[in-house]
């Protein structure tokens, strides 16, 4: 059972900074693209970032183009999210995804909210 753990959420003031880490039960090189996906309360899940696991240039949503990046420790089986400049538009659960073969896995998602 592939298993996807997030950390890192919390509350920050406009402006700040926040890391969110997600560790894979497995290499993440057995995955086609991992990536990062929010919802916030009354919306619809979107898309944040992506990476295919085995190379090429991450996507981004618009919304987050040049604040956000997404990276990976291939050694760690983790995939990191670095948000920043994080605006009150960013509060959200942040979900981590793994696809594989048509199938997605979800992590539990951890909360982040931007106010000051």
């Known amino acids: 059972q592939v298993q996807l753990v997030e950390s890192g959420g919390g509350l920050v003031q406009p402006g700040g900074s926040l890391t969110l880490s997600c560790a894979a039960s497995?290499?993440?090189?057995?995955?086609?693209?991992m990536g990062w996906y929010r919802q916030a309360p009354g919306k619809q899940r979107e898309l944040v970032a992506l990476i295919i696991s085995r190379g090429g240039r991450p996507n981004y949503a618009d919304s987050v183009k040049g604040r956000f990046t997404i990276s990976r420790d291939n050694a760690k089986n983790t995939v990191y999210l670095q948000m920043n400049n994080l605006k009150p538009e960013d509060t959200a659960v942040y979900y981590c995804n793994a696809d594989r073969n048509h199938y997605s896995y979800w992590g539990q998602g951890t909360q982040v909210t931007v106010s000051s």
């Open positions: 497995e290499s993440i090189f057995n995955f086609y693209t």
